[in-house]
């Protein structure tokens, strides 16, 4: 157990739907990060907020966006959401900006 | 934006150590190079982290050059339960570069 917890752990909706994706870091952490894993694929680095605000942002689609509340916990909005849009979605915290990231669990998207 | 290549996939038998090579080419100053472990449908582990020379630790060792636009994970003696995909994690320093994935590597280790 990462001590990074995500929610919910499945998600099915449809296209054209929104939805957010939750994540609470571990205890102390200020960076939360988020990431895009498809099927089969690799790792695709969305977007880091440390201590409430933007630090660095990848590849993430407009249609996407996220925050980070002054209780450090993280949401990623997905909206108008698309076939491709399925993947599993992991958030990830460390201490500061660049120590080892502990991954949740993962939440499964996926859009019919 | 760093761009990381990595092996698709190795073979190895128990006992063998193995060593997975990441390419990093336009690494920047500031960054970082992370190595993850991943299972099927589990999130990322973290192995070790380096920014220069070579670093080691109780699981593995990370060899980094001067140039540093290369880095290899080091492995001693696997065993079947390394059997995982490694990524390596190019960025996370000072400034608001992104954090750049390897495409992965899948290690199969054999009895």
């Known amino acids: 157990d990462s001590g990074v917890t995500q929610t919910p752990k499945h998600l099915i909706t449809a296209t054209g739907q929104r939805v957010t994706l939750r994540c609470s870091p571990r205890?102390?952490?200020?960076?939360v990060y988020w990431y895009q894993q498809s099927l089969d694929q690799g790792l695709q680095f969305l977007i880091q907020?440390?201590?409430?605000?933007?630090?660095a942002k990848g590849n993430i689609l407009e249609r996407f966006s996220a925050q980070q509340f002054p209780d450090l916990h993280s949401e990623l909005n997905l909206s108008s959401l698309e076939l491709g849009d399925s993947a599993l979605y992991f958030c990830?915290?460390?201490?500061?900006?660049?120590?080892?990231?502990?991954f949740g669990p993962g939440t499964r998207l996926t859009v019919l | 934006l760093a761009k990381t290549t990595q092996p698709i996939s190795m073979d190895s038998y128990e006992g063998q150590e193995v060593n997975i090579t990441c390419s990093h080419n336009n690494i920047a100053t500031n960054d970082y190079i992370t190595w993850y472990q991943q299972f099927p449908s589990q999130g990322p582990r973290f192995i070790i982290q380096?920014?220069?020379t070579k670093v080691t630790n109780e699981v593995a060792s990370l060899f980094i050059p001067a140039d540093r636009k290369s880095s290899t994970l080091s492995l001693p003696r696997v065993s079947l339960s390394d059997t995982a995909v490694y990524y390596c994690?190019?960025?996370?320093?000072?400034?608001?570069?992104?954090?750049?994935f390897g495409s992965g590597t899948r290690l199969q280790v054999q009895p």
């Open positions: 907020y440390y201590n409430g605000e933007e630090r």
């Open positions: 205890s102390g952490d200020l960076s």
């Open positions: 994690l190019v960025g996370g320093g000072t400034g608001r570069r992104a954090l750049t």
């Open positions: 380096g920014y220069k």
């Open positions: 990830a915290s460390s201490e500061g900006g660049r120590e080892e990231q502990f």
